[in-house]
């Protein structure tokens, strides 16, 4: 029988996340999106001031999946939330219930850092991933519309008078 475990993730991991990174991308046809280099992930993610943090699931000892997050902030609540950036498991290990225990890792640091809100996001044709988050309760946000402004176009933005 497989265990499955977390760990959080470390800068000698930043190889590994990267390949996951991309997998994730390939998977969400969008490869060419990542700009990120080993250097600077491991900068990010584990530097002096970084924002976010990983996870790392592994089967038996063996990497099988991640998850990078962020603590946001609700005026609402007047309380932080814990964001998910990326969840991804391998194709292999889907259906192994790593994504839930990735998941349930996070939901339990939410809770016990006081987070109001556990929030993640979804492309709208992901149909296994929608299935099964809401297979453990969570309910999408659809009367909120995501805006972005990136690249190019957030230094013209900036930059305008």
């Not at 590994?16 to 998977?27: E, K, N, S």
């Not at 349930?104 to 016990?112: D, S």
Request: hydrophobic share 40%; proline share 2%; glycine share 12%.
């Amino acid at each position: 029988m497989t265990r499955l475990t977390i760990r959080d993730a470390e800068r000698k991991d930043a190889g590994m996340i990267l390949g996951f990174i991309r997998d994730l991308a390939r998977y969400e046809k969008a490869e060419g999106c990542v700009l990120t280099d080993e250097a600077q992930l491991a900068e990010s993610l584990f530097g002096d001031g970084a924002n976010a943090a990983g996870i790392i699931c592994l089967a038996d000892d063996q990497p099988i999946g991640f998850a990078v997050y962020f603590y946001n902030y609700s005026t609402w609540l007047g309380r932080k939330g814990l964001y998910l950036e990326d969840l991804y498991v391998t194709p292999e290990a889907r259906g192994t219930g790593a994504g839930k225990l990735l998941l349930k890792h996070l939901g339990k640091l939410a809770v016990a850092e006081g987070c109001g809100r556990f929030e993640w996001s979804v492309l709208d044709w992901n149909t296994p991933a929608i299935d099964f988050y809401e297979s453990i309760g969570a309910v999408a946000q659809s009367e909120w519309v995501g805006y972005r402004l990136e690249g190019e176009g957030l230094k013209r933005f900036a930059e305008a008078q």
